[in-house]
């Protein structure tokens, strides 16, 4: 049972490059989200999924974007990558709410 | 005024020594409050979770939420060198699209 799993690890893009940061999860949850953790700002909320099909912005989504075809994947794709978007991202899971387990981040530097 | 406001930290003490973290919010409809704690390099991992007012003990850690005041707590009983960490709060409401609202977190190092 690994819980949630992201890669990659880290990954250095160039301005303007693309990339898709991996989710999955083998606890069946129907609750999935996307954070991003800036130095001495808490996690922001990118994207969030109810359940499979079923996909909504959260609270920084500009430059992002997500799809959630099953219940295990949910994928977050950065178009045009710029500096401002370089952070660690979580990913994260619940089967309700209130109680969210997340993976261990991938660190993304864009140069 | 911030939603959830948390002590920016960050805070030393000596091994054995009480830790109290704290947050205030401004959001009358919060009901759910948890505490996370994150290592260096790690993801957050849920310590505690309290539904509406009251105390919850586990172990060495006791959740307090006082929401006439708006005010939550973790104290740490008898801090160990493996408490340090970054620790959050978290909150939410009891809406159907209801998300985590999470404060700065606060950096803890325990010193042996």
């Known amino acids: 049972n690994a819980g949630v799993t992201q890669t990659p690890k880290f990954r250095i893009l160039k301005i303007g490059q693309s990339m898709t940061l991996q989710c999955t999860q083998d606890?069946?949850?129907?609750?999935m989200y996307w954070y991003r953790q800036d130095p001495g700002m808490g996690l922001k909320l990118i994207y969030y999924?109810?359940?499979?099909?079923?996909?909504d912005k959260g609270e920084v989504p500009n430059g992002y974007n997500v799809s959630r075809s099953t219940t295990e994947d949910f994928p977050l794709r950065l178009e045009l990558a710029a500096p401002s978007q370089t952070s660690v991202y979580f990913c994260?899971?619940?089967?309700?709410?209130?109680?969210?387990?997340f993976g261990p981040g991938t660190r993304l530097l864009v140069l | 005024q911030k939603e959830v406001e948390q002590d920016p930290g960050p805070l030393s003490v000596p091994e054995g020594a009480i830790v109290s973290l704290n947050c205030t919010y401004s959001n009358s409809a919060f009901q759910y409050f948890m505490w996370y704690r994150q290592y260096s390099r790690k993801g957050p991992e849920l310590l505690m979770y309290?539904?509406?007012?009251g105390n919850k003990e586990d172990g060495r850690f006791t959740a307090q939420v006082d929401k006439s005041s708006k005010y939550i707590s973790l104290f740490i009983r008898d801090s160990q060198p493996s408490d340090s960490a970054t620790y959050l709060c978290a909150m939410s409401d009891t809406g159907a699209n209801s998300k985590l609202t999470f404060g700065k977190g606060i950096t803890l190092s325990v010193r042996p």
């Open positions: 606890m069946n949850h129907n609750y």
């Open positions: 309290t539904y509406s007012s």
């Open positions: 994260a899971t619940g089967g309700d709410q209130e109680t969210q387990y």
């Open positions: 999924s109810v359940g499979a099909g079923i996909t």
